[in-house]
């Protein structure tokens, strides 16, 4: 089993749409949380951090459940340049990032 | 952007060839990591170092790999013999500093090891 999971996608939705992504990991001793974003043929890019408390970011809302070792990102009203994959990352410790294989967005017009 | 620029940006090589990837940080860091990306597999740590010391290498495959890091602006990954599983994007990158979580990767190098 990876110790981070995510539904690989693609996830295709219109415009406008609101879509969420999940993502479980396996190593309770994990200390924090984070989104990435990759588009095609580039490199990741910080999105945001998540935290228990729930965290927005415009149109982006990440969430993290220590109990059930889950994580979310909520898009709405999705733009056409939010198509890429986005990258579930939890932080071992000593900055050590253990990357899932990312879930993929296609938003089309 | 805060600048960790590889090279080559693209290698094809046979296998049985050495495979030389560059990394320089645009400012010096403390931490820099090597990451590889496949389909299969995603990004996975290679290796990761700290003040120029490798901390933690037990994502490196093989002896067939090895990683320097010389200097606090500059670090090799080093394949060799190359096989074509090696196949593969390689990504170096540089902490923001402290326990944010944050990378910031370079372009990344493709290689394919035919």
Redesign the interface.
């Known amino acids: 089993r990876k110790e981070v999971e995510q539904d690989p996608g693609p996830f295709n939705v219109p415009e406008g749409a609101t879509v969420a992504f999940n993502c479980t990991y396996s190593n309770s001793a994990s200390q924090s949380f984070f989104w990435y974003r990759q588009d095609c043929r580039k490199e990741p890019k910080l999105l945001m951090s998540v935290y228990s408390s729930g965290n927005e970011d415009g149109r982006f809302t990440a969430q993290l459940n220590r109990a059930s070792q889950y994580i979310s990102l909520l898009i709405r009203d999705s733009k056409l340049s939010d198509s890429a994959t986005y990258l579930c990352v939890v932080n071992r410790g000593f900055q050590k990032l253990v990357f899932g294989t990312g879930t993929r967005l296609l938003v089309s017009p | 952007d805060a600048g960790v620029i590889q090279s080559p940006r693209h290698e094809v090589t046979e296998m049985g060839q050495e495979v030389t990837l560059r990394c320089k940080p645009i400012s010096g860091h403390n ?1 820099l ?1 090597w ?1 590889r990306q496949t389909m299969m ?5 290679l290796i ?1 170092f700290n003040n120029n010391v490798p ?2 290498d037990s994502g490196m495959p093989e002896d067939r790999f090895s990683a320097k890091m010389p200097n606090a602006s500059f670090s090799t990954l080093k394949i060799q013999p190359s096989e074509p599983r090696d196949s593969a994007v390689y ?1 170096c990158a540089i ?1 923001a500093g402290g ?5 910031f ?4 190098s493709r290689l394919t090891v035919l």
């Open positions: 931490s990591f990451y597999r995603g990004l996975e740590l990761y901390i933690d990504f902490s326990n944010t979580g944050e990378l990767f370079g372009e990344g």
